[in-house]
């Protein structure tokens, strides 16, 4: 039968893919040193979230 070695993919989600993206620090002033480290901080929560985003999508393909 050709058809009992097919794959099935588990329904589980691992833990760290299914927690909610990080708030974003709020900009508290305009100075040039305060928006770096905010850009910074904010680039890293947005491609951390992006990541989970796409391994949930790839799981599902």
């Keep these: 039968m050709g058809c ?3 794959t099935h993919l588990s329904s589980t989600i691992p833990a760290n893919l299914l927690a909610p993206c990080p708030d974003l620090q709020k900009l ?3 100075t040039g040193r305060t928006l770096l480290i905010w850009s910074v901080d904010t680039v890293a929560k ?3 979230c992006k990541s989970k985003h796409e391994a949930i999508v790839k799981a599902f393909e």
């Design 4 to 6: 009992s070695n097919s």
């Design 28 to 30: 508290e002033d305009g």
């Design 46 to 48: 947005y491609n951390e």
